[in-house]
């Protein structure tokens, strides 16, 4: 389905990420994969070392990309808090600049280059928790939050323009560290990355192309 398009994937070096980038690659995309480290050098693929809280440097990396078919906001972070009002700064910002700034600036230097063409495709990683608030989680709720807002509104601004904006909500994903962090939960039942992989691809092809704004849920069984 994504034959032929140039696909950018962030936190291509994360769980989630890494089964983003096999299935564009799978399905004929050429794959710009950013990340903060790599555990490794590719040949099948495009790898760009970023720290994508940094703007100028993210602005410098996306100038010298031609064309920019599709954008996959997977880099992100959880993390479990106290209550809301005993939440430090540090840790309102940490969740924020994960999860909000990163599709912020990736947004921001990539849409201009898909409005000169007229065309491409934003997929986004929001949450099914984050869809109320939740207990402890007072931070990443507010953060996942703010990413699906930022989908709908920009959507709203884009689809004339034939970009569409779109993200899936996942609920707990079938990652090494949440099997280490649940060890007695029914693994079976979380989402299996390969499965939201998936959707992220369909939403960021030509089958997606009337679809605008939705806030896809992906839960597995859980």
């Known amino acids: 389905m994504l034959n032929g398009k140039t696909i950018i994937i962030t936190g291509a070096n994360g769980a989630l990420g890494s089964a983003v980038v096999e299935s564009a690659v799978g399905q004929g995309a050429s794959v710009i994969a950013i990340d903060r480290l790599f555990n490794g050098e590719r040949d099948d693929i495009q790898q760009i070392t970023l720290d994508l809280t940094d703007v100028k440097a993210v602005t410098t990396a996306i100038a010298a990309i031609n064309t920019i078919d599709g954008l996959f906001n997977v880099a992100g972070g959880f993390a479990m808090g106290p209550a809301?009002?005993?939440?430090?700064?540090?840790?309102?910002?940490?969740?924020?600049?994960?999860?909000?700034?990163?599709?912020?600036?990736?947004?921001?230097?990539?849409?201009?280059?898909?409005?000169?063409?007229?065309?491409?495709?934003?997929?986004?990683?929001?949450?099914?928790?984050?869809?109320?608030?939740?207990?402890?989680?007072?931070?990443?709720?507010?953060?996942?939050?703010?990413?699906?807002?930022?989908?709908?509104?920009?959507?709203?601004?884009?689809?004339?323009?034939?970009?569409?904006?779109?993200?899936?909500?996942?609920?707990?994903?079938?990652?090494?560290?949440?099997?280490?962090?649940?060890?007695?939960?029914?693994?079976?039942?979380?989402?299996?990355?390969?499965?939201?992989?998936?959707?992220?691809?369909?939403l960021g092809s030509d089958a997606a192309r009337a679809i605008h704004g939705a806030l896809v849920p992906v839960v597995g069984l859980s």
């Open 84 to 202: 809301v009002y005993e939440t430090q700064a540090s840790e309102w910002e940490a969740m924020f600049s994960m999860n909000v700034a990163t599709a912020r600036n990736m947004c921001a230097a990539v849409v201009p280059k898909m409005l000169a063409e007229s065309c491409g495709a934003i997929v986004n990683v929001g949450a099914m928790s984050a869809r109320e608030g939740q207990g402890n989680m007072g931070a990443y709720c507010v953060a996942k939050s703010a990413v699906m807002r930022l989908t709908e509104s920009l959507s709203k601004e884009l689809r004339e323009q034939r970009v569409n904006v779109n993200a899936v909500l996942p609920s707990i994903i079938d990652t090494p560290t949440n099997r280490a962090d649940m060890p007695d939960a029914e693994h079976s039942k979380w989402v299996d990355p390969n499965d939201l992989a998936e959707v992220i691809c369909f």
